[in-house]
């Protein structure tokens, strides 16, 4: 069984799955850095200083020290049920500033690669090749 085992994970395809996935969540800790650190501070400067990850309903009870509190994530800590809708709206962002990155990158690759529908140039059909066809042809004409 280690031995299968062994096999399967020495496979291309499977070490290169946990290649991509080690990367992807690497570049996907850099897109979320982008989004929260840069991107979402300027669209909340541009629409009058928002942030919008306290855009959020309270909606259950909340305790006592935390009356009156702005805090969303010292609301959702201590157990606060939150509709946190600005925190979906910044993760929406950054899974649309990911997709677009992903999307240039394979559009990217595309271009870099050759075409399926392009065939290599052949090279001329040999001489003995281009007599044969010809008898062909004519012994076709003459059975006819």
């Known amino acids: 069984m280690f031995k299968e085992f062994k096999a399967f994970i020495a496979r291309g395809n499977v070490l290169d799955l946990a290649v ?4 992807g969540a690497a570049f996907g800790k850099i ?3 982008l ?9 909340g400067k541009i629409f009058g200083g928002l942030d919008f990850s306290s855009y959020f309903i309270v909606l259950g009870k ?3 020290a935390l009356a009156g509190s702005s805090d969303y994530a010292a609301l959702k800590k201590a157990g606060v049920p939150v509709f946190g809708y600005g925190a979906f709206i910044t993760s929406a ?3 649309l500033i990911l997709a677009f990155i992903i999307f240039m990158l394979i559009r990217a690759v595309t271009k870099l690669m050759p075409k399926a529908d392009e ?6 059909e040999p001489a ?7 008898i062909r042809d004519e012994l076709k004409k003459k059975s006819v």
Not at 20 to 23: K, L
Not at 35 to 43: G, L, Y
């Open 35 to 43: 989004t929260d650190d840069v991107i979402m501070p300027v669209i």
């Open 119 to 124: 065939a290599p140039v052949d090279a001329p």
């Open 20 to 23: 991509a996935v080690i990367i």
């Open 93 to 95: 962002v950054n899974f």
């Open 62 to 64: 909340v305790p006592e």
């Open 31 to 33: 897109v979320t850095s």
């Open 128 to 134: 003995d090749v281009a007599l044969l066809r010809e």
